[in-house]
T-cell receptor, first 118, second 109 residues
């Protein structure tokens, strides 16, 4: 199916375990993003990627690792999960950023992954 | 410090009762301001992008405006299907994005 998908949709894990959340998009968008959404904080940017093999930190990167070996995939790994990482995680993609391509600045969001760390 | 504040946190309107949602921001090097709609259990859905003070955009019953310090999302004659959480976001220098906590809108038939 075309679009942006996330897996798993729900995940329960224990403190200290490694967890990988998957994100896949079929549009060949250059930019991909990872956000977490928590009550009282709204969406916060964790990492983003401008292209394959190019990633950069967002507002809250600590405790997370990303990679982007292929344009369509952008996995997010929690190397040693903590309770504070319990959240809903959203992946998004965008054709381009910046005013030069003003029509293409919208981010398309996936359905989210609800992660609970016990 | 870059910051986005939305008000009110929640808004209940009768069907047909027009109102406005506010998004105030402090950010270095604003590159764009975005409005999204989010339904329960789903990812945000893009509505508008604004770049310059004075800019306005419209889509059906929604109209977004931008000044140097805030943006408004005007809802004209809302319908129950407009009920959702509306999110404001700004893009700052370095491709950093900051979201507000949203306004939860309920439109009562």
């Amino acid at each position: 199916d075309a679009g942006i998908t996330q897996s798993p949709r729900y995940k329960i894990t224990e403190t200290g375990r490694q967890v990988t959340l998957m994100c896949h998009q079929t549009w060949s968008h250059s930019y991909m993003f990872w956000y977490r959404q928590d009550l009282g904080h709204g969406l916060r940017l964790i990492y983003y990627s401008a292209a394959a093999d190019i990633t950069d930190k967002g507002e809250v990167p600590d405790g997370y690792v990303v990679s982007r070996s292929k344009t369509e995939n952008f996995p997010l790994t929690l190397e040693s999960a903590t309770r504070s990482q319990t959240s809903v995680y959203f992946c998004a993609s965008s054709v381009a950023l910046g005013r030069a391509l003003a029509s293409y600045n919208e981010q398309f969001f996936g359905p989210g992954t609800r992660l609970t760390v016990l | 410090e870059d910051q986005v504040t939305q008000s009110p946190e929640a808004l209940r309107l009768q069907e047909g009762e027009s109102s406005s949602l506010n998004c105030s921001y402090t950010v270095s090097g604003l590159r764009g301001l975005f409005w999204y709609r989010q339904d329960p259990g789903k990812g945000p859905e893009f509505l508008f992008t604004l770049y310059s003070a004075g800019e306005e955009k419209e889509k059906e019953r929604l109209k977004a405006t931008l000044t140097k310090k805030e943006s408004f999302l005007h809802i004209t004659a809302p319908k129950p299907e407009d009920s959702a959480t509306y999110l404001c976001a700004v893009q700052a220098r370095g491709n950093q994005f900051y979201f507000g906590t949203g306004t939860s809108l309920t439109v009562i038939p």
